[in-house]
């Protein structure tokens, strides 16, 4: 499958454990994806390829997920 055409996911939460399940139950299902251990590191992956979906944790340090969306 050409990366171009599935769906682009990006996966934000501090606690890696956590992001490294969802991207990998993601990729199993389709889809593309990006992960960023923080609201501003999410922020410098969207600047270069906007997503199609984030998949955020609300609770982090520096800025939370609300703030980012």
Known sequence: TDDDTRP???VVDDNVEWAELI???ATRTGYRVSTAA???AA???IEKE??????SD????EMDGIELI
Do not use: H, R, T
Not at 50 to 55: E, G, R, T
Not at 58 to 61: G, T
């Open 8 to 10: 682009y996911l990006l």
């Open 38 to 40: 923080s609201a501003v």
């Open 43 to 45: 922020l410098e992956v």
């Open 23 to 25: 991207e990998e139950v």
């Open 58 to 61: 609300i609770f982090m340090p």
């Open 50 to 55: 906007a997503p199609d979906l984030v998949v």
